[in-house]
């Protein structure tokens, strides 16, 4: 398995701009996080889903973000408009329901500059 | 979910055993403990969990005292690409919160 994959890597984008992020999760996998890391604030959750549906969006920082799953091999993180403080590195991670089972599975990430 | 205090940095000679030390007091009978690393510009890395026995695979052990009040995270022979941030997390649903954890610092 190719693992939790993310895209783009990099995303380097003027303030106002619209951005999305993507990710699929590991196959078979039924939960999906999303995570932002900054220095000032360390890892936030910002949202995950169970069987592709939203169960808990407490950590979204403000209406300007959204995040959906279609269906059980895609995601998106959309921000819009975007802002110079929303510039972090956004982890996507995925999960069998239970992850004591073995755990969440995270990809890459992507790094966000807005300008 | 029960927090959790680490340690914010530690230093060890490659080769030895590096002991990462969790106090998680308020833990509650059906909270597990994890560990995750985080090695620089990679996202975190699953390394083990348990709920009250002792745990080995072939990262790290997992010692968890009786009492559950706090637990150790071994890694028995640290390298240089063990250098990462250990955190330490303590749930029992399905959300994982983590807090600053531990800089390891692994020297030659």
């Known amino acids: 398995d190719a693992g939790v994959i993310q895209s783009p890597r990099h995303e380097v984008t003027e303030m106002g701009q619209e951005v999305t992020l993507r990710c699929k999760p590991i196959?078979?996998?039924?939960?999906l996080f999303w995570y932002r890391q900054t220095m000032m604030r360390g890892l936030e959750l910002l949202i995950y889903?169970?069987?592709?549906?939203?169960?808990?969006d407490s950590g979204m920082p403000e209406d300007r973000f959204s995040a959906k799953m279609p269906n059980a091999s895609f995601s998106t993180l959309k921000i819009q408009p975007s802002e110079p403080r929303d510039s972090a590195v956004y982890f996507c991670?995925?999960?069998?329901?239970?992850?004591?089972?073995?755990?969440?599975?995270f990809g890459s990430g992507t790094r966000l500059t807005v300008v | 979910d029960a927090k959790t205090t680490q340690p914010p940095s530690m230093d060890c000679a490659e080769g030895r055993a590096a002991n990462l030390p969790c106090n998680h007091s308020?833990?509650?009978?059906?909270?597990?403990v994890y560990w995750y690393r985080q090695i620089h510009s990679q996202g975190p890395q699953y390394i083990i969990h348990?709920?009250?026995n002792n745990e080995t695979n072939e990262m790290a052990s997992l010692i968890i005292t009786e009492d559950r009040k706090s637990s150790t995270l071994i890694l028995p022979h640290a390298t240089l690409r063990d250098t990462a941030v250990y955190y330490c997390?303590?749930?029992?649903?399905?959300?994982?919160?983590f807090g600053a954890g531990t800089i390891l610092r692994v020297k030659s």
């Open positions: 348990g709920l009250k």
């Open positions: 991670a995925s999960s069998f329901r239970d992850p004591r089972i073995y755990g969440y599975t």
């Open positions: 997390i303590v749930k029992a649903g399905n959300k994982l919160v």
């Open positions: 889903f169970n069987n592709n549906v939203p169960i808990d």
């Open positions: 308020t833990i509650s009978g059906n909270e597990y």
């Open positions: 196959s078979g996998h039924n939960s």
